[in-house]
C-alpha cells in the first residue's frame, strides 16, 4: 500500500521560510516522477514544483527563484524549501507521485496527472 505522510508547514510571516517533507512507503520515490502542488482559498490545485523521472525540475513562474525541491533517496523523502514567503503562497500542500507515462511541464504541473497524494498541510504566510 503506498502512502505517502507529509510534515511541515504552519504560519509564517511574509519574507519567511518554511520546509516541508513527504516520507513513502510501498513506493520508491527516487524511480518515478513526483513534486508538490498546492491549492489556495477559492482556487484550483496547481503544480508548483515538480521532478520528471530524468530529474528535469519544472517550477510554477510564481515560486522561481524561491522554492526548491530535493529528495533523500536513502529516506525515501521528498522536500520543499520555501523561502521568501508572500501571502498568495497561502494554500494546502500536497506531495504527489507516478505521473505514469507522462512527462514535461504541461503534464508534470497539472495535478491530474498524479496517482499518489500525500495528506496535505496548511502553509499561512501573513503580511
Known amino acids: 500500500q503506498v502512502q505517502l505522510v507529509q510534515s511541515g508547514g504552519g504560519s509564517v510571516q511574509s519574507g519567511g521560510s518554511l520546509r516541508l517533507s513527504c516520507a513513502a512507503s510501498g513506493y520508491t520515490l527516487s524511480s518515478h516522477c513526483m513534486g508538490w502542488l498546492r491549492q489556495g482559498p477559492g482556487q484550483k490545485r496547481e503544480g508548483v514544483v515538480v521532478l520528471d523521472t530524468d530529474g528535469t525540475t519544472y517550477y510554477a513562474d510564481s515560486v522561481k527563484g524561491r522554492f526548491t525541491i530535493s529528495q533523500d533517496n536513502a529516506k525515501n523523502t521528498l522536500y520543499l524549501q520555501m523561502n521568501s514567503l508572500k501571502p498568495e503562497d497561502t494554500a494546502m500542500y500536497y506531495c504527489?507521485?507516478?505521473?505514469?507515462?507522462?512527462?514535461?511541464?504541461?503534464?508534470?504541473?497539472?495535478?491530474?496527472?498524479?496517482?499518489?497524494w500525500g495528506q496535505g498541510t496548511q502553509v499561512t504566510v501573513s503580511s
Open positions: 504527489a507521485a507516478d505521473c505514469g507515462h507522462y512527462t514535461g511541464r504541461d503534464y508534470l504541473l497539472h495535478p491530474a496527472t498524479y496517482a499518489y
